[in-house]
């Protein structure tokens, strides 16, 4: 009887208060306190910063350039401001006080990985109803728990956090998202942006591959390959490499590379760096034809006296640019017939940068050393990046051989907008339901079908995961935003996996789009606050100013002669109305009734992604321009343009189209675009004629859509 009893108290007791775990993303193991308490984050008055440690650094992690203790709760400081709009200074104390959060660094022994070895990422959060204190086995451990504790404060109850205790580490050291930077560009702005997404859920590494070009068609003259779209996203001003970059507008300069680096380790992230060779290297064939192998353009032939001293003249001038302990030589997809002279490369470059800058390489799996008992296998201190079967067994032929290796397997593979063999978003029910047990899927599960082919889950080899965002199809078949809409609800779910998070589906869905509002540091979502659907309502109907009539107070700034009367704004030729917006992400309905009076085409609308044009001088196409690419919408005198979301499917936000398709793919196929609006500046070139009714809505119901419809572009009809 006496244990029956127990029982039933502690079961009576469980549902009242302890809970092994924070509904996070990731999760974090949390145990209440008995009695239970709580603590409001609406009572916080101070971060203090452990005095002792506030300038310490976290030297175990990948970056060269690891924030301070200090720094980071600077950055916690703000955060606490722009997510749960809290006003709680940083600064430097002894000890804990009343209603503060105390941060500190402790023994970073204590905290464990999958592999049962110590991290410097792990940190412990104590919660008493006097306030917090996070201890972090490094400042960056306990920039991971200031994370907790935000999305506790988002999830949570007028910021009520329960009295008690976590322990918390990452299980594995490279958690974050590879994009191919390569075949498209992407502004800095917006890698700094994604650093922040990625962060938010404890993500450490955005792997950026700076170099390709899409597939090139073998049959092109060598003039045409020659001419065929590469791209070198770093652009450097030292003759070793002058001409290597060809597209200075679409680059990264060394200061703009800086500040991605700074701006993403500011938050916990490291950049690493792909520079690829000997494959995928028509760039540098372009730069230097002699290079190139004499079976394929794409291809370095090694043998040639000029190919290594020119590798390592471009890693020799870049390096010093870089703050990652490791750098990715790429080595991707190379000639089967050369397996010998890869291996030399790869060596030879693995030397050259560790003996001249102390860094270590990585390498896409390739080659298994299992073929080439004779030659010179690639050196065991080289890690791996496994991607697919059918170049190696990640499990069998590089971990059982003493290589570390990173997790990329192609079950995470995403093509931006179209691709034969892989999806254009993450894909969910696969992270929760990857492996082959039909459990989650975890960094250690690189075959979701057959368990023999993954090693243990405690494995020391397993470096970490990252799903890889390719662009196969070149830089015009997606807006810049697009890759973000491809990582969108996906990658925090693979987030919480990469870190050994045990999130359920159904948890997630509970809780991503809550915290998503929250995520500091970024508006990739591009949302405009406004009291109503209509965010933006220019009606002309005052004389000689631009009233909204939203109730935003959204009013537009008449720049020189543009005249405003009779509900009419006329534009001529360098006039222009500025709004207080930049532009607005999906879904979107820009309406507006305009009248060309002259036929030199401009600019209707512009932001700070995109602008609307009336053609570009040779044909009279109304055409969106984002990332330096146009694209048409056919439209003639009868034609309206609709800017109208399709109600099937979210890709088709925008009837703008692009073609894309490559030499291999017969098919031409109309690409719909999705493009932030261009809401910054009405006019400003040289668009000259009439604009009326210009409404920006948030969304596309029905009755938005109708509207919408009586858009016209052209000279009639305009109403
Ligand atoms: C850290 O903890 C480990 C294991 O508990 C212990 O052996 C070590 O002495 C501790 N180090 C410090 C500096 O306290
Ligand atoms: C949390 O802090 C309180 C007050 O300092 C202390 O009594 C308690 O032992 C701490 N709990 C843990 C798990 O460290
Ligand atoms: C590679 O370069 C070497 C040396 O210039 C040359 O002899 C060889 O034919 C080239 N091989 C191929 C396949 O282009
Ligand atoms: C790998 O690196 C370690 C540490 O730098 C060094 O001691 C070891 O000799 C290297 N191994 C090889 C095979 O180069
Ligand atoms: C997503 O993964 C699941 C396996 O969990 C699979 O059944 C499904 O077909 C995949 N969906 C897509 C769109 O690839
Ligand atoms: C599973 O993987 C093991 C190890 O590679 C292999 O021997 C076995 O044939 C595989 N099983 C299936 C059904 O493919
Ligand atoms: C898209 O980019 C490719 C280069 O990859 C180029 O050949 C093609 O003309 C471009 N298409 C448009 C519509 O700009
Ligand atoms: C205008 O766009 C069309 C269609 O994309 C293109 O063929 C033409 O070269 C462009 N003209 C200019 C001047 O950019
Ligand atoms: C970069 O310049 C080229 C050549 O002038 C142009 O075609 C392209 O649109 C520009 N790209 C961007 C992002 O502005
Ligand atoms: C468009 O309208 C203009 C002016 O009214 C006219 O000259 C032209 O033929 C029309 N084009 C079409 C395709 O209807
Ligand atoms: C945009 O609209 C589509 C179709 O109605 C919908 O599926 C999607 O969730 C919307 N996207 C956003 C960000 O609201």
């Known amino acids: 009887m006496r244990i029956a009893f127990a029982i039933t108290a502690v079961s009576l007791f469980f549902p009242l ?3 092994a775990r924070w509904l996070g993303i990731p999760t974090v193991p949390f145990v209440e306190s008995d009695p239970k308490e709580t603590f409001s984050l609406r009572q916080l008055k101070y971060i203090i910063v452990d005095t002792k440690y506030q300038n310490t650094v976290d030297t175990e992690g990948e970056t060269l350039i690891p924030p301070s203790l200090r720094s980071f709760a600077s950055t916690f400081s703000d955060d606490l401001f722009s997510s749960l709009d809290l006003k709680v200074p940083a600064r430097a104390g002894e000890a804990a006080l009343p209603n503060s959060i105390f941060m500190t660094i402790g023994n970073s022994s204590h905290y464990l990985d999958a592999a049962g070895r110590p991290t410097s990422e792990g940190y412990s959060i104590n919660i008493t109803e006097d306030g917090i204190v996070i201890t972090g086995a490094s400042p960056l451990g306990a920039f991971w728990g200031t994370r907790s504790i935000l999305q506790q404060g988002v999830l949570s109850n007028g910021m009520q956090l329960s009295s008690g205790s976590a322990i918390d580490a990452s299980g594995w050291g490279v958690r974050g998202t590879f994009l191919d930077v390569g075949r498209h560009y992407y502004p800095p702005e917006f890698l700094i942006e994604m650093c922040s997404y990625l962060s938010f859920f404890k993500q450490n590494t955005f792997h950026l591959h700076l170099s390709d070009s899409p597939g090139l068609n073998p049959a092109l003259t060598y003039e045409e390959k020659l001419d065929f779209y590469s791209a070198f996203r770093l652009n ?14 679409e680059s990264y300069s060394q200061s703009d590379f800086e500040d991605i680096q700074q701006s993403c380790a500011s938050r916990g992230v490291t950049i690493i760096p792909e520079i690829e060779a000997p494959g995928h290297a028509l760039v540098i064939n372009q730069w230097k034809p002699e290079l190139a192998l004499d079976t394929d353009f794409t291809l370095l032939n090694i043998s040639h006296p000029g190919t290594i ?7 020799g001038t870049l390096l010093p640019w870089f703050h990652s302990k490791t750098v990715h030589l790429g080595a991707d997809e190379y000639s089967s017939s050369e397996i010998a002279d890869y291996n030399l490369y790869v060596n030879t470059m693995h030397t050259y940068i560790g003996q001249n800058f102390d860094k270590k390489v990585r390498i896409w799996g390739t080659f298994p050393p299992s073929k080439i008992v004779n030659e ?19 499990y069998f032929d590089f971990m059982k051989n003493g290589y570390h290796v990173l997790n990329t397997d192609d079950q995470f593979y995403i093509v931006a907008k179209w691709s034969g063999s892989y999806p254009q978003k993450l894909n969910i029910s ?3 339901h990857g492996a082959p047990d039909g459990g989650p899927t975890a960094p250690y599960i690189f075959d979701k079908s057959n368990a023999s082919n993954n090693p243990p889950h405690d494995s020391p080899y397993v470096l970490g995961q990252m799903p890889a965002l390719w662009n196969d199809f070149g830089p015009n078949s997606t807006s810049v935003i697009e890759a973000y809409y491809a990582l ?14 045990d999130l359920l589906m159904h948890e997630y869905f509970s809780i991503f789009e809550t915290l998503h509002a929250a995520i500091p540091g970024q508006h990739l979502d591009r949302r405009i606050d406004s009291r109503t659907n209509t965010i933006l309502s220019y009606d002309f109907s005052s004389t000689g100013t631009v009233y909204d009539k939203s109730g935003n107070g959204c009013d537009g700034t008449i720049k020189r002669d543009c005249s405003v009367a009779d509900s009419v704004l006329t534009l001529r030729m360098g006039c222009s109305v500025t709004t207080p917006l930049t532009s607005k992400g999906r879904n979107y309905t820009l309406a507006f009734s305009v009248r060309p009076t002259s036929s030199v085409p401009g600019t209707l609308f512009s932001g700070s ?10 044909i009279s196409n109304v055409m969106l321009i984002t990332g330096g690419n146009a694209y048409s919408n056919r439209i003639d005198n009868a034609t309206y343009l609709s800017v109208t979301p399709s109600t099937t499917s979210e890709e088709r936000v925008l009837e703008f189209t692009a073609t894309i398709g490559d030499y291999s793919n017969s098919f031409i196929w109309n690409n719909p675009m999705a493009i932030e609006a261009p809401v910054a500046v009405i006019g400003g070139d040289n668009f000259q004629g009439e604009m009326k009714k210009v409404t920006l809505v948030d969304g596309a119901d029905a009755k938005y859509v109708e509207f919408v419809k009586k858009l016209v572009i052209g000279v009639a009809p305009y109403e």
């Open 17 to 19: 208060g302890t809970s």
């Open 236 to 249: 450097s001003p030292d003759p070793a490499v002058e001409d290597l970059n060809k597209r200075a507008n």
């Open 309 to 315: 001293p020119t590798m390592e003249t471009i890693w």
């Open 376 to 394: 010179m296998n690639i050196n065991h201190n080289v890690s791996i990046q496994h991607w697919e079967y059918f170049e190696a067994n990640p």
């Open 430 to 432: 696969l992270i929760f």
């Open 488 to 501: 969108r609800e996906g990658l925090p779910a693979l987030g919480d996996k990469q870190w050994g998070g």
């Open 609 to 618: 992604a995109s602008s609307l044009l009336t053609g570009n001088g040779s």
